[in-house]
């Protein structure tokens, strides 16, 4: 991230929200860089607090938020960098798909023909042309969902901020989807997404939030946060020509905890305290005559992170 | 900047005049609307039939008479010289009247009513054993007492209700009625000043409340000069103020719905139930004319009841308390009252500002 300052990221300085005396989030510092960011954590954890604090729909009982060096608490100068797609299924009445975005552009000051040429191309791009000009009372809740995502990108802002923005759409348009944040990212966008879905947070972001009961637990690329995690021990799988000889060396380093076989003898499973030593040993030990096919880390991903680190109370995440 | 905020604006009110004008839950501020355009209707559906009968009235009878003729005839005359003066009355009524003498005894008087007309006119002659004893003429029209009884219902029902509530339903709505539908985050989210959306949304409430209040009046006058036959019409309107009139009650409306709708927008971002406020408004408009005099300025009622073209009497015998709510002790000025309104109205929008751009969506609390 060279040559990215704190005026071109998303900073939380010490921000808690409160309501009443339930805690929303408490004691947030980020600087999130651009990229795809996924917040994660069970139901009640801050997700949805976080991004209203971000988008100005709520206000911090404490601390100070910067959107690209803009307050979130000026909407004038912050929507037109940043879009929302939020988790709130309703919409003004009357409205059709295609007014429900063109309204939003004229809003934002664009005269009606510019308006009108944005608005159709954001809804192509969530591939709802079809259903566009149907009143959005009568929309599925894939197309709602979908018109939203329309309207959070119409203006082509810099940050995105989408609230769980995969629920409710059909495995296609997940894939869909996820290919477009990929690409608005790709851009040097910043999306912020909250998701329940472990394997698909893993499949779109650069880094993580892990949040739990208001607090952030872990931030950072998910192979550095893996890394922080020193009370869980690192798995490694590997698939080599003889398992048993290679678990044998293995077991003689003072790090290696366990060593599983794969029933079909041809890989093996194993738990290290140091991962940067096992590898070292791995490559002399390769050098030395075994045939190994790969190595791969088995728990380096969002779901194992999310386990060790918020554990028992993800009862709703789905992985 | 100020072309921006104007575009935005001008996009508010589309959005939110559709949704206004247009919402089933707002049928019942038409109703409210329209209650004294059914009333005057009505009135001028019964008076154009009395004035049918009295036409024919008139035909029937021997001579084509004036309204000088009616009023040429006097108590005492008798039967004969009033069926000279009118000719044979059209319409003749015998009866008897059997009345207790001094002695005891009682006694037969024989009654003869007639009813004359001159086609918009009627007379109607009491004879008593071949005198005149009574008389009474009903004028088709009463141009002093009509005015008195339009402002009647217009300051006791169309002001103080009709737009009162009204404008309670449609400026509280423009806010409070997105929370409920958990849809103000659409405009939260939008690239526009949280002040330029309050405004957008106060001028849309403004001009719908005046859509619907100041049309319903402009036909309630309509309705009402239409009573009136061409030649009164034209008596009424341009040489006995009624255009003023009509000017100032259209006015007034569109003064109300300024004051009311600033103070319903207020009440509307302050409070969860709507009750509460408006019961405290309710309250504070009708008893502004016992307040100290600093008080009553801030206040929508005291400018309007000053603005109001026609003063409605007194009822002889009502108590002086009473009769404080019915006139309006100290008037103010016409510019002071229009001043007086706007800066209310302007002071209001601006405390609004401040609690507009506090605003959080938290929907599940509310």
Known sequence: MTGVTANDRIVFDDVSKFYGEILGVNRVNLSIPPGVTSLVGPNGSGKTTLMNL??????????????????????????????????????????????????YLRLAGFDS????????????????????????????????????LAQALCHNPQVLVLDEPLNGL??????????????????????????HILHEVDAISDQVILLSNGYVVAEGEIHSVRDEIREHPA????????????????????????????????????????????????????????????????????????????????????? | MTQLWWAQIKSVVRL???????????????ILALLPLLLFTAHTVMVSRERGRSVHIARQGG?????QDLLAVRSGMTGPEVVALLGRPPIRFHWNEQTQLQSGGFTIVPHEDYH??????????????????GVHIHEAYNLAEDSIVFAGVFQFFYLRLAIFFGCLGIFMNLFRG?????????????????????????????????????????????????????????????????????????????????????????????????????AAILVWEAVNPFLPALLKKFSVIYYLKSLCPVDIPSPPGMPALMSLLVSNPDPVSTPIAILGIVIVALLVLYASSFQVRRMEINYTTE
């Not at chain 1, 259903?131 to 894939?142: F, I, L, P, Q």
């Not at chain 1, 003889?242 to 003898?265: F, G, N, W, Y």
């Open chain 1, 113 to 148: 023909q510019t308006a009108s040429q944005m608005a159709w191309r954001a809804i192509e791009r969530v591939n709802l042309t079809e259903a566009a000009t149907r009143n959005v009372a009568g929309y599925s809740k894939g197309m709602r969902q979908r018109i939203r």
């Open chain 1, 54 to 103: 971000m988008t100005g729909l709520v206000r911090p009982t404490r601390g100070r938020i910067r959107i690209l060096d803009c307050a979130p608490d000026e909407p004038e100068k912050l929507f037109k960098i940043l879009g929302y797609s939020t988790q709130f299924d309703s919409f003004p009445k009357g409205l059709t798909g295609f007014q429900f975005v063109s309204s």
């Open chain 2, 116 to 133: 004359y007309s001159d086609g918009a006119n009627d007379l109607f002659v009491d004879v008593a054993d071949g005198k005149v004893v």
């Open chain 2, 63 to 67: 001579k084509t008479l004036t309204y």
């Open chain 1, 170 to 195: 059909d495995p296609l348009a997940r894939a869909e989807m996820i290919a477009l944040f990929r690409a608005v990212a790709t851009d040097g966008c910043y999306v912020i997404i909250s998701s």
């Open chain 2, 178 to 278: 997105e929370i409920l539908d958990k849809s103000l985050h659409f405009y939260f989210l939008s690239p526009i000043r949280r002040e330029v959306l309050m405004v957008g949304k106060f001028l849309a409430g403004l001009l719908a409340t005046c859509i619907i209040f100041v049309t319903s009046e402009l036909l309630q006058i309509i309705v009402f000069t239409w009573q009136f036959s061409p030649n009164v019409r034209d008596l009424y309107l341009y040489h006995n103020h009624g255009l003023a009139q009509a000017a100032a009650y259209l006015g007034v409306t569109a003064l109300a719905c300024l004051g009311y709708g600033a103070f319903f927008l207020a009440a509307g971002m302050l409070f969860r139930n709507p009750i509460l406020p408006a």
């Open chain 2, 16 to 30: 939110e005049l559709k949704k206004t004008l247009f919402a089933r839950r707002g049928l019942w501020i038409y």
């Open chain 1, 235 to 319: 798995q490694v799988l590997i698939r080599c020509d003889r398992p048993r000889e290679l678990a044998a060396r293995i077991m003689q380093s003072k790090h290696t905890i366990e060593v599983c076989i794969h029933d079909d003898e041809r890989g093996l499973l194993i738990k290290t305290r140091d991962a940067d030593q096992f590898y070292l040993m791995l490559n002399h030990i390769a050098v030395n005559g075994i045939e190994i096919e790969s190595v791969a880390p088995a728990d380096d991903d969002v779901n194992s992170v999310y386990e060790y680190l918020i554990g028992n109370e993800s009862g709703e995440v789905a992985r």
